[in-house]
């Protein structure tokens, strides 16, 4: 079942979009904002929110990036697997990736020849979650599962995941 994070944090009542950017430091190409624009829409397709990317950083609601080890918040990052990633609740917007992990954007994560690939766009529905409020589902299922084994793409929100969501939403 899913769970909110104490307090059931979320984003004010009567918030129609949220915007997201990526830091400016960084040149991710088309294809990896591509699989951020698709995890974004697993969750406007069940809220009455819309995601839009804007190059305002600065004034972002949800703010994106990809670092290494101590970047700087008190949760550094480990190199490869342990933490993949992870996200602040609302409304906050913090959401940063691991750059040591071998992302897989394109193509079949499940038939990488890495062990140690990791599906950008199954990260991301997950984080996106924890960035509107939910927590861990005690569901295997669910999206908001807290475990995901490596080479696993799971992108399809559950209904557990939807429930959660619209309680919020
Ligand atoms: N990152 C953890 C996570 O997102 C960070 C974390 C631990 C966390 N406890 C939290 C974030 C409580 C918010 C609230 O769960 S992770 C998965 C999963 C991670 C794990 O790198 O371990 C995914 C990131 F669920 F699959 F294991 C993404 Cl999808
Ligand atoms: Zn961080
Ligand atoms: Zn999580």
Same mark, same amino acid.
């Given at each position: 079942h899913?769970?909110?994070?104490a307090g059931n944090p979320r984003w004010p009542a009567g918030t129609e979009t949220l915007t997201y950017a990526f830091d400016p430091n960084e040149n991710l190409d088309?294809? %990896?904002?591509?699989? @951020?624009a698709n995890a974004f829409d697993k969750w406007s397709t069940v809220t009455t929110i819309q995601f839009n990317e804007t190059t305002s950083y600065d004034t972002?609601?949800?703010k994106i990036g990809f670092y290494s080890g101590d970047h700087g918040d008190g949760e550094p990052f480990?190199?490869?697997?342990?933490t993949l990633a992870h996200a602040f609740?609302? %409304?906050?917007?913090? @959401?940063?990736?691991d750059k040591a992990e071998d992302w897989v954007v394109s193509g079949d994560v499940t038939e990488s020849s890495l062990s140690n690939a990791v599906d950008l766009e199954s990260v991301a529905v997950?984080?996106?979650?924890?960035?509107l409020g939910l927590g861990h589902s005690s569901?295997?299922?669910a999206i908001m599962y807290p475990t995901i084994s490596s080479r696993t793409r799971k992108i399809e929100l559950q209904e557990d995941d939807i429930d959660g969501i619209q309680k919020l939403y």
């Open positions: 899913y769970t909110f994070f088309d294809s %990896t904002k591509q699989v @951020f972002a609601d949800i480990d190199g490869v697997l342990g609740s609302p %409304t906050d917007g913090r @959401f940063h990736l997950h984080e996106i979650g924890h960035l569901i295997e299922e």
